[in-house]
T-cell receptor, first 116, second 114 residues
Framework: AQKITQTQPGMFVQEKEAVTLDCTYDTSDPSYGLFWYKQPSSGEMIFLIYQGSYDQQNATEGRYSLNFQKARKSANLVISASQLGDSAMYFCAMREGNTGGFKTIFGAGTRLFVKA | NAGVTQTPKFRILKIGQSMTLQCAQDMNHNYMYWYRQDPGMGLKLIYYSVGAGITDKGEVPNGYNVSRSTTEDFPLRLELAAPSQTSVYFC?????????????FGEGSRLTVL
């Protein structure tokens, strides 16, 4: 069954340091996509980064990178040089390509606090 | 460019009332989704659609109904509202391509059932 797990309810990081947010997933579909979204206190959902199951390279988008370890079924988000504006909820999500009917499910989220 | 538009943004219902949350997108996306987000929690998939005339249940479909008569619109119907349906509801859409394509979200609809 399709499942996403985020085990860190909250994380603290010092401004300008890097932080890793954990995400593990479970699927029997060989074709899937992994996503990270940011939700600031204002409530909107902001897409950050995408990784396909067949992608050989880890995805990167500016200060965001996705540490994709397929055998371990993990897709951790790394934020480099944290900024105060990075304080938000972060959600990992997965879409199965074949058996899942393209539905996208989310993890419970990690709240990140960036300290000045 | 409107993207995904949800209405209403806020609504208070009494127990047992019914209502429809509207969702429209102008990006010609085939896939559309309804999620609910309870306070401090992640998003739970209620229903989704891969195209006009096709809908399927997500993780928490009980108490809700959907229809998809056009590519643009994907309304969510709440029948016999209950306090457990107090939540923020998000509508989202994405491109047709398998796996790829991020979700585009509406601003959310905050529903309170008293």
């Amino acid at each position: 069954a399709q499942k996403i797990t985020q085990t860190q309810p909250g994380m603290f990081v010092q401004e300008k340091e890097a932080v890793t947010l954990d995400c593990t997933y479970d699927t029997s579909d060989p074709s899937y996509g992994l996503f990270w979204y940011k939700q600031p206190s204002s409530g909107e959902m902001i897409f950050l980064i995408y990784q396909g199951s067949y992608d050989q390279q880890n995805a990167t988008e500016g200060r965001y990178s996705l540490n994709f370890q397929k055998a371990r079924k993990s897709a951790n988000l790394v934020i480099s040089a944290s900024q105060l504006g990075d304080s938000a909820m972060y959600f990992c999500a997965m879409r199965e390509g074949n058996t899942g009917g393209f539905k996208t499910i989310f993890g419970a989220g990690t709240r990140l606090f960036v300290k000045a | 460019n409107a993207g995904v538009t949800q209405t209403p943004k806020f609504r208070i219902l009494k127990i047992g009332q019914s209502m429809t949350l509207q969702c429209a997108q102008d990006m010609n996306h085939n896939y559309m989704y309804w999620y609910r987000q309870d306070p401090g929690m992640g998003l739970k998939l209620i229903y989704y659609s891969v195209g006009a005339g096709i809908t399927d249940k997500g993780e928490v479909p009980n108490g809700y109904n959907v229809s998809r008569s056009t590519t643009e619109d994907f309304p969510l119907r709440l029948e016999l509202a209950a306090p457990s349906q107090t939540s923020v509801y998000f509508c989202a859409s994405s491109y047709r391509l398998a796996n790829t394509g991020e979700l585009f979200f509406g601003e959310g609809s905050r529903l309170t059932v008293l």
